[in-house]
């Protein structure tokens, strides 16, 4: 069973940056084989993509992220991260990230990002 665990989030001022990380407990050829993505969730509204990167690295954002957010991914280390600068109070939200190794993927448990002054 793959297992995501997530890390990185916590409080952060307006124009602050945090860096998000997301750690596979599957093995390199099947981690390295999917995409992976980072979605973020806020009370009431239904879990959003911010960013995700493909296999090939192919990346895509957000329109509410792009050139503020950056998706990379370690495969050797079976790893993604998230690095957000520039946040903005509107960012605050649980971030998880996502594995596409099965039909809709397997989800971390999550790790809450707020942007306060």
């Known amino acids: 069973q793959v297992h995501l665990v997530e890390s990185g989030g916590g409080l952060v001022q307006p124009g602050g940056s945090l860096r998000l990380s997301c750690a596979a407990s599957?093995?390199?050829?099947?981690?390295?084989?999917?995409?992976m993505g980072w979605y973020r969730q806020t009370p009431g509204k239904e879990r959003e993509l911010v960013a995700r990167i493909s296999r090939d690295g192919t990346t895509k954002y957000s329109d509410s992220v792009k050139g503020r957010f950056t998706i990379s991914r370690e495969n050797a280390k079976k790893t993604v991260n998230l690095q957000m600068n520039s946040l903005k109070p509107e960012d605050t939200a649980i971030y998880y990230c996502n594995l596409e190794i099965v039909p809709g993927g397997v989800w971390g448990q999550g790790t809450q990002v707020t942007v306060s002054s």
């Open positions: 599957t093995n390199i050829f099947s981690f390295s084989f999917n995409a």
